[in-house]
């Protein structure tokens, strides 16, 4: 048994050596790459979807697409940073599923910026401070994250790319039994996520809702009797016991995140578009505006309503499309959607989620 191991492990380290010469050589290439582009963005998420939807074709196992996507995201990460550390926003404190979708999307954050509000994320990428916020905006439980399709209406960011998370609520706490629990800290969403579990083995508990769940988690390992809701990070990052493991109601909950820019992208093969649509408040309005979708073949995937700023019981309709404005169906339907709406502002044509 013992020489079948050294076995391995000096074929171990043989590939490692290997694998080693060559994400130096593919770093070098990337470094010569970010010359000749010039003044263009360093980080380029139609490029880097490309990337990895070819090595998911390719993959054989036995490692698991996910685990593909992590490891060549950290790699392209760190070759991106030989150019510039890039600097990303967020929702914070640190332990938020929302460093947790920027570290997905990314391959880990070299300069992040943790933001008290969503607000805060949009002004820190507007003023030019960052070169890139990470939002939430829809949750498959919840539905949509209303902060964010307000800013959205306002804003002249463009959307860039777009970050899918399984979501798995763990009950952190600093007490040794659920029997102590006496308070709930999490999330007004990730309390409503969980809510039939915490009906069931904590009726008793009080639930406060705070501004995050690491927030709560922060609480929770400083009050005798807290317990909160939160991810595996923050029970590292505060030092908490995990109670209890996947405490959603919803075991395929997923939040939707987005990516923010001041800079469009170009298509990747497999895009999504976000628009932002108005128009008047008369019967069959709303289908008459849709139409040109169906005539040229454009799939919608979203409509969400909500509440115009401009005149009570007047609304706006944010819709997700399927492709690239640049694409020539697209570009067709939109310009008779034009023709029809009060308002059609294109918020980001960007790739679709990979893995």
Not at 41 to 60: F, G
Not at 250 to 275: E, M
Request: proline fraction near 4%; aromatic fraction near 4%.
């Amino acid at each position: 048994m013992d020489d079948a191991l050294k076995q391995h492990r000096d074929q171990i380290d043989a590939i490692d050596e290997q694998l080693l010469k060559l994400v130096n050589a593919r770093a070098q290439h990337a470094r010569d790459i970010g010359s000749l582009k010039g003044e263009g963005p360093i980080y380029r998420p139609e490029r880097e979807a490309q990337v990895l939807r070819r090595l998911l074709a390719l993959n054989q196992g036995p490692l698991s697409a996910e685990a593909v996507t992590a490891i060549f995201r950290g790699v392209m990460s760190n070759c991106r940073a030989l150019e510039k550390q890039l600097s990303v926003a967020f929702l914070g404190p640190a332990g938020t599923y929302s460093e947790e979708a920027a570290n997905k999307q990314f391959g880990g954050v070299s300069a992040p910026v943790l933001c008290n509000t969503i607000d805060d994320v949009f002004r820190m990428v507007e003023s030019g401070k960052v070169d890139y916020g990470v939002v939430p905006v829809e949750n498959s439980t919840e539905g949509a994250v209303g902060r964010t399709l307000d800013l959205l209406m306002s804003t002249q960011l463009r959307i860039c790319g777009e970050v899918t998370l399984p979501i798995h609520h763990n009950l952190l706490t600093n007490t040794a039994t659920r029997e102590q629990v006496t308070t709930v800290y999490a999330h007004a969403q990730s309390l409503a996520q969980c809510h039939a579990w915490l009906n069931q083995h904590l009726p008793n508990a009080q639930r406060q809702a705070v501004s995050s769940n690491a927030e709560g988690a922060r609480l929770a390992a400083s009050e005798a009797g807290a317990a909160a809701i939160a991810s595996r990070r923050a029970a590292e990052l505060f030092t908490l016991n995990v109670l209890a493991e996947s405490i959603e109601d919803d075991p395929k909950n997923t939040t939707r995140f987005l990516v923010l820019a001041t800079h469009d992208v170009a298509p990747s093969g497999q895009d999504k578009t976000s628009l932002l649509l108005a128009t008047r408040n008369i019967p069959g309005a709303i289908v008459d505006l849709l139409a040109p979708l169906a005539l040229h073949g454009v799939s919608m995937s979203k409509l969400e309503s909500r509440p115009s700023r401009n005149g009570l019981w007047e609304y706006v309709f944010f819709v997700d499309v399927e492709g690239h404005c640049q694409d020539a169906a697209l570009a067709s339907a939109l310009q008779e959607i034009g023709q029809r709406a009060s308002l059609v502002k294109v918020l980001g044509s960007y790739p679709l989620a990979v893995a």
